[in-house]
């Protein structure tokens, strides 16, 4: 398949005219932005650490806009390649698996956070050591590829919506949002401390839905339907988060 083919629905009018004028793409375009803020929260919050390491604060803005813009053209290239990709059954089967897998992992760290919290460290550590000496460009390139490098929200985003322009908005708007508002969603969610086991549940309900779509069921979950899922999920958490502070007299962790 030719480049020009691969990423002609990125250049195609009409499809961005019926994209911005429908409600139902609208609707999968923030369940995007949602899925987006609350699976990559703590890459922002490292985003932002990361800068105070650059000496002066026009630096610092430098680096935040490099990695912005590197963000949104890396996800240009990968929406376009993955579109073509996520039809091979095999790619989903690859990435049904990987996102059961990113699951998985946050629920058994939660149930084990003593190993999780030495996994950590240990990770934390071996970027310490790799990047010891180094001149502050390799922080601002450390800050880039952090940015950038996102698949699991890519391979997500895909399996929400097979548009790439519905991806590619959602995807923009997300970063942007994620970026801007960290801080108030960090917050947020230490309000609301379920919504991290809520986007981690999306996550095994977004594994679910591409392997339904494997042969031989070839199951296909509508879009809007699974838009009205995701906001019937979130609201049950709020009520459920509320019900329990309300049960116990204070913030139940």
């Known amino acids: ?29 923030l369940t995007l932005i949602l899925m987006e803020c609350l699976l990559s ?4 919050v490292v985003l932002a650490a990361q800068t105070q390491v650059l000496p002066n604060k026009a ?26 990709l996520i039809n091979f ?18 629920f058994y760290d939660q149930r084990h956070p003593k190993q ?7 990770k934390e550590e071996r970027e310490a050591a790799h990047h010891k000496g180094k001149k502050k460009k390799r922080h601002v390139l450390s800050l880039f590829w952090r940015t950038v490098i996102s698949i699991d929200s890519v391979l997500a985003a895909l399996a929400v919506s097979d548009n790439p322009v519905v991806v590619l908005i959602g995807g923009m708007i997300g970063i942007l949002c994620m970026r801007g508002v960290a801080e108030i969603i960090i917050k947020l969610m230490d309000i609301i401390p379920e919504l991290q086991p809520m986007a981690y549940l999306l996550i095994g309900i977004i594994a679910l839905k591409l392997l339904l779509a494997l042969p031989p069921l070839r199951f296909e979950l509508p879009n809007t339907v699974f838009a009205i899922i995701v906001f019937a999920i979130l609201i049950l958490t709020i009520l459920f988060h509320f019900w329990k502070v309300k049960k116990h007299g204070h913030k139940y962790i």
């Open 1 to 29: 398949m030719s480049i020009l083919k691969l990423y002609a629905p990125f250049f195609d009018g009409n499809n961005w005219l019926h994209v911005l004028t429908s409600g139902k793409d609208w609707m999968i375009i």
């Open 59 to 84: 630096e610092q803005r430098k680096s935040l806009v490099y990695g912005l813009w590197g963000a949104y053209l890396f996800r240009f290239i990968v929406i376009g390649i993955g579109t073509y």
């Open 89 to 106: 059954w095999e790619i989903k089967l690859a990435g049904s698996i990987y996102l059961f897998y990113l699951a998985f992992k946050f």
């Open 41 to 44: 929260v703590d890459n922002a």
């Open 116 to 122: 999780a919290a030495e996994h950590e460290k240990e």
